[in-house]
């Protein structure tokens, strides 16, 4: 596609319930991001991919937390048993060339509110 | 812990004048600099990237980076309304993660 494309924009889910996010970067770009962003706050790297591997989950800031991007283009972002705490705006990036850093093209993001 | 830290703002200057925007960094190996600007609600997006001491310019805007000194900066020139944003420093080494600065709003007055 032209762009980043991630879905849904907006999700309320109640404390304790599942939510997943969808992110469809650029077509043919190798590299794929997810940081969380708070209001106020710089975006926080959660996890990496290159391809369909996912090379640094160090980000991600519990178990309740999965990623995954099985084909190597679309990629899927799970939060099991949210908590309030989970409540920022996700956003996914991705880049075209390996291992780069920077140069990030970013998807409308993906704001999750947990009551 | 490496840091990248900048002043939240508001940061106010008059249409037509230049706004300087700083960020300071804690981590030596860093080599990539990023401005990112983020109107509200929307997402980041590139303005600059700097690799080498010293400035570079694109149009309206210059950014400065400083190794030694651990500082990165932004100008731009002929501020518009259209620039008020907030503005994102990022920094990196060669490995891929970029560590984000918190940002620092900037609101051109007409």
């Known amino acids: 596609g032209a762009g980043v494309s991630q879905s849904p924009r907006y999700k309320v889910a109640k404390r304790g319930q599942d939510v997943a996010l969808r992110c469809d970067p650029i077509s043919g770009h190798v590299s794929l991001f997810w940081y969380q962003q708070a209001l106020g706050q710089g975006p926080e790297f959660l996890t990496y991919f290159q391809n369909e591997a996912q090379l640094d989950k160090s980000g991600l800031p519990s178990d309740r937390f999965f990623a995954e991007r099985p084909e190597g283009s679309v990629s899927t972002l799970k939060i099991q048993r949210t908590q309030q705490e989970d409540s920022a705006v996700y956003l996914c990036a991705s880049i075209s060339r390996q291992g780069n850093t920077g140069e990030l093209f970013f998807g409308e993001g993906s704001r999750l509110t947990v009551l | ?110």
């Open chain 2, 1 to 110: 812990q490496k840091e990248v830290e900048q002043n939240s703002g508001p940061l106010s200057v008059p249409e037509g004048a230049i706004a300087s925007l700083n960020c300071t960094y804690s981590d030596r190996g860093s080599q990539s600099f990023f401005w990112y600007r983020q109107y509200s609600g929307k997402s980041p997006e590139l303005i600059m990237f700097i690799y080498s001491n010293g400035d570079k310019e694109d149009g309206r805007f210059t950014a400065q980076l400083n190794k030694a000194s651990q500082y990165v900066s932004l100008l731009i020139r002929d501020s518009q309304p259209s620039d008020s944003a907030t503005y994102l420093c990022a920094g990196g080494d060669s490995n891929y993660q970029l560590i984000w600065g918190a940002g620092t709003k900037l609101i051109i007055k007409p």
